[in-house]
């Protein structure tokens, strides 16, 4: 079997992560909402002050195949804080290119990111799902995750930057 490895995402691999960015807003029937451009990726990622972090699953080639690693996921992630809990992580992304979910690579994904979580302090690490994905919602319940709409009620809320103009007097 293919081994995996997952590690901290370099800014040459944002071409790479944008086209699964891509994949997932179309898996999610959201695609018409993706605006992000590879440049903003690298910008925003690997800055001086990173807005965001990214973890890229790859499958590395056996001894002796000629191609390099290929990148078949990715997890992005930033810090958020609770004024209950203090440091937290929120995942952003996690995405696995069909062909090969199924071998534990999102959960391998959804572990580095608790290990990172943890070794950064952070004593929670949260993410949102579509409430018709179903294999995701039973992969993360799978995995010890509680769902906050279902236990406490919450609604996830967004301003959208014409309203924020708005509300800004722009
Ligand atoms: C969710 C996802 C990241 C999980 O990655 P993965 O590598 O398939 O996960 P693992 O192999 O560690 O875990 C497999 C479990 O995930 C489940 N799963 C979740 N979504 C799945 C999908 N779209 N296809 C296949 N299996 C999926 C399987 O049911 C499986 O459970 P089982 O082991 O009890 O059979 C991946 O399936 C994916 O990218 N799905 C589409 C995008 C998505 O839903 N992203 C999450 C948005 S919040």
Redesign the pocket.
């Known amino acids: 079997m293919a081994s995996i490895r997952i590690r901290g995402a370099k800014e040459e691999d944002c071409g790479e992560i944008l086209k699964l960015i891509r994949e997932?807003a179309e898996?999610?029937k959201l695609s018409d909402q993706v605006k992000i451009s590879e440049e903003a990726l690298r910008a925003d990622g690997f800055g001086e002050n990173p807005f965001y972090h990214c973890l890229v699953a790859e499958i590395l080639p056996a001894p002796g195949e000629l191609q390099g690693p290929c990148i078949v996921?990715y997890g992005l992630y930033y810090f958020i804080y609770s004024t209950w809990k203090g440091r937290n992580v929120y995942l952003e992304?996690?995405?696995?290119?069909?062909e090969?979910?199924?071998?534990?690579?999102?959960?391998?994904?959804i572990k580095k990111v608790a290990e990172v979580a943890l070794d950064k302090g952070c004593s929670q690490f949260r993410?949102?799902?579509?409430d018709w994905?179903q294999?995701?919602i039973?992969?993360y319940k799978?995995l010890g995750a509680q769902d906050l709409t279902e236990a406490e009620g919450w609604h996830s809320f967004r301003f959208e930057e014409e309203v924020m103009k708005k509300l800004a007097g722009r």
């Open positions: 997932l898996y999610e996921g992304d996690i995405y696995v290119m069909p090969h979910r199924g071998q534990g690579i999102g959960s391998k994904i993410l949102a799902v579509l994905n294999k995701a039973d992969l799978a």
